[in-house]
């Protein structure tokens, strides 16, 4: 089984590399989705994949890149899916 969740990050997370760390992250994790800066300074992540390899990519992005300084993960939403309809995991510019 498969999930969708939807994170919102908070902290010093745009400007400073966050986002190509999160596709690396993905990458290593074989997880889906995107990332994308938000207009009040944080950024949202859709991340589809595994159970435990959405707990492990989670982790990492909670460590933050080496400029980065993520103070909150917010889960958003999350739904089960029965496949990965994309394994792609893209930067989503504005």
Do not use: H
């Amino acid at each position: 089984m498969f999930y969708k969740n939807k994170y919102i990050i908070s902290g010093r997370v745009q400007g400073v590399g966050f986002r190509r760390f999160a596709q690396r992250c993905a990458s290593d994790y074989s997880v889906g989705g995107y990332v994308k800066n938000l207009s009040d300074g944080s950024v949202e992540i859709e991340a589809i994949g595994e159970r435990d390899k959405l707990e492990a990519f989670l982790c990492k992005i909670y460590q933050g890149s080496w400029f980065s300084n993520v103070e909150n993960i917010e889960k958003i939403d999350s739904i089960q899916i029965e496949s990965i309809p994309n394994s792609e995991f893209r930067i989503v510019r504005y």
